[in-house]
Nanobody, 124 residues
Framework: QVQLVESGGGLVQAGGSLRRSCAAS????????VGWFRQAPGKEREFVAA????????DYADSAKGRFTISRDNTKNTVYLQMNSLKPEDTAVYYC?????????????????WGQGTQVTISS
């Protein structure tokens, strides 16, 4: 069992940056693959980025490649999503998700535990 608490949402102008955090409690976080997903109003939930248990492997959606960086610090039980060069189309509720002893996945069904979701708004 693990609980995920997100922070770092907010309002940013286009071209700006934002750093999201996903902190875990309950069990040691290095046993969980972690993914970031987002959902905009009227849109399907979509994959953003994922990272393996140790952080050795990362995966990004095409929309995130070159702009977003996922990382983790297992000593702090925290996964980060650094978002640069933000665009209005990045506006969404962002969720972190975790799955025990799993490979990073692009599918939301591959994750058992979810954070509460935090709004990220990019103004034009």
């Amino acid at each position: 069992q693990v609980q995920l608490v997100e922070s770092g949402g907010g309002l940013v102008q286009a071209g700006g940056s934002l750093r999201r955090s996903c902190a875990a409690s309950g069990r040691t976080f290095n046993n969980y693959a972690v993914g970031w997903f987002r959902q905009a109003p009227g849109k399907e939930r979509e994959f953003v980025a994922a990272i393996s248990l140790s952080g050795d492997t990362t995966d990004y959606a095409d929309s995130a490649k070159g702009r977003f960086t996922i990382s983790r610090d297992n000593t702090k039980n925290t996964v980060y999503l650094q978002m640069n060069s933000l665009k209005p189309e990045d506006t969404a509720v962002y969720y972190c998700a975790a799955d025990f002893m799993a490979r990073p996945s692009r599918y939301s069904g591959g994750y058992e535990y979810w954070g509460q979701g935090t709004q990220v708004t990019i103004s034009s």
